[in-house]
T-cell receptor
């Protein structure tokens, strides 16, 4: 399977615990995005990487959230001191990221569903 | 605040009919527009992308773009029960790195 993969697919945690999610993009894709989606809403942009550089973070991304893409391949999203409001589907997407090309398709992974009790 | 607006539905159509889904966007600088289909509990999958004014057809799907009216639509011909899903409209923000804003989605129900 050469699509975007995410792990784990489901995570249940207690309030106050830390969680980390992993995203493996399509192998030749340079751009990687994280989104959060709650019930009845569209995906909300969280952050974006071009290779290993994190170029944009949403105001939605509080200090408890951190994302990395250390070698420009896979990415991790960590949430510290989880709150019940963090319960959502966390989606990762990737795109080719060719220089000077902006009309690109983002391909989504299956998502990680987080439930904070 | 850049916004993408969609009617949340549900939009119910009989099998074999044409389903018409609509979307408006606020950022006049947006250049690229996308329609994603999302089944319940699954991630979005791309149906169509459109960059120029006019129509773009792909099989049973036709995307329409009118930049002057800031309006995007998706027509699904010969609707099938398997088309029942939430359809997300998305617009790429002008200015660089392909930040995409999604609408809340329209739920489509195709009645057999």
């Amino acid at each position: 399977d050469t699509g975007v993969s995410q792990n784990p697919r489901h995570k249940i945690t207690k309030r106050g615990q830390n969680v980390t999610f992993r995203c493996d993009p399509i192998s030749e894709h340079n751009r990687l995005y994280w989104y959060r989606q709650t019930l009845g809403q569209g995906p909300e942009f969280l952050t974006y990487f071009q290779n290993e550089a994190q170029l944009e973070k949403s105001r939605l991304l509080s200090d408890r959230f951190s994302a990395e893409r250390p070698k420009g391949s896979f990415s991790t999203l960590e949430i510290q001191r989880t709150e019940q409001g963090d319960s959502a589907m966390y989606l990762c997407a990737s795109s080719l990221g060719l220089a000077g090309v902006y009309q690109e398709t983002q391909y989504f992974g299956p998502g990680t569903r987080l439930l904070v009790l | 605040q850049k916004e993408v607006e969609q009617n949340s539905g549900p939009l119910s159509v009989p099998e074999g009919a044409i389903a018409s889904l609509n979307c408006t966007y606020s950022d006049r600088g947006s250049q690229s527009f996308f329609w994603y289909r999302q089944y319940s509990g699954k991630s979005p999958e791309l149906i169509m992308s459109i960059y120029s004014n006019g129509d773009k057809e792909d099989g049973r799907f036709t995307a329409q773009l009118n930049k002057a009216s800031q309006y995007v639509s998706l027509l699904i011909r010969d609707s099938q029960p398997s088309d029942s899903a939430t359809y997300l409209c998305a617009a790429e923000e002008f200015g660089g790195y392909q930040k995409v804003t999604f609408g809340t989605g329209t739920k489509l129900q195709v009645i057999p």
